[in-house]
T-cell receptor, first 114, second 116 residues
């Protein structure tokens, strides 16, 4: 079985500051990990995914995440926040064997102030 | 390329009334998912279709929820009768394949249901 824990339901940063959204996972098999972003009244959009290739994954909009097996983490970062980054971010995990459902965390709302 | 289409976007009904949501996946995607997203929570899978077959409906409350994907393309999710606790966002997603390495799931904008 898989699960993810997202630390912090809300994260506030100033425009131009570093963004760090935390995600820790639990998986009984080697995991695939994803970050999705959800803007108000919209569906989820894939930011990036880890599928056992490079441990540092680059995504859209300047975001990246690093898979750390020893820490069971997949934290999302962006060097400089923009006002348009304000949204809800979800970490998700699935197993890499056959079909295993995508399990989402509870989400972190990113607030960006001028 | 058109994305996943869902309708209606918003629905307000009184409890005990029936309601239906419609989803049209991305063309060529044979796998379709329905998710439930409660306020402040991540999406939870209700049912997964591969073509017209429901291959995973273990999380679907079958006493009041039903779904169909008759021609393996668009799908309908129904609730009858609706309860207050059904107020949530219902998301539809699609992907090319469900087996093997996971393919990216593309999500629709969702239907926000309010039960009064």
């Amino acid at each position: 079985a898989q699960s993810v824990t997202q630390l912090g339901s809300h994260v506030s940063v100033s425009e131009g500051a570093l963004v760090l959204l935390r995600c820790n996972y639990s998986s009984s098999v080697p995991p695939y990990l994803f970050w999705y972003v959800q803007y108000p009244n919209q569906g989820l959009q894939l930011l990036l995914k880890y599928t056992s290739a490079a441990t540092l994954v680059k995504g859209i909009n300047g975001f990246e995440a690093e898979f750390k097996k020893s820490e069971t983490s997949f934290h999302l970062t962006k060097p400089s926040a923009h006002m348009s980054d304000a949204a809800e971010y979800f970490c998700a995990v699935t197993g890499n064997t056959g079909f295993q459902k995508l399990v989402f965390g509870t989400g972190t709302r990113l607030l960006v102030s001028p | 390329e058109a994305g996943v289409v869902q309708s209606p976007r918003y629905k307000i009904i009184e409890k005990k009334q029936p309601v239906a949501f419609w989803c049209n996946p991305i063309s060529g995607h044979n796998t379709l998912y329905w998710y439930l997203q409660n306020l402040g929570q991540g999406p939870e899978l209700l049912i997964r279709y591969e073509n017209e077959e429901a291959v995973d409906d273990s999380q679907l409350p079958k006493d009041r929820f039903s779904a169909e994907r008759l021609k393996g393309v668009d799908s309908t999710l129904k609730i009858q009768p609706a309860e207050l606790g059904d107020s949530a966002v219902y998301l539809c997603a699609s992907s090319l394949l469900a087996g093997g390495p996971p393919n990216e799931q593309f999500f629709g904008p969702g239907t926000r249901l309010t039960v009064l």
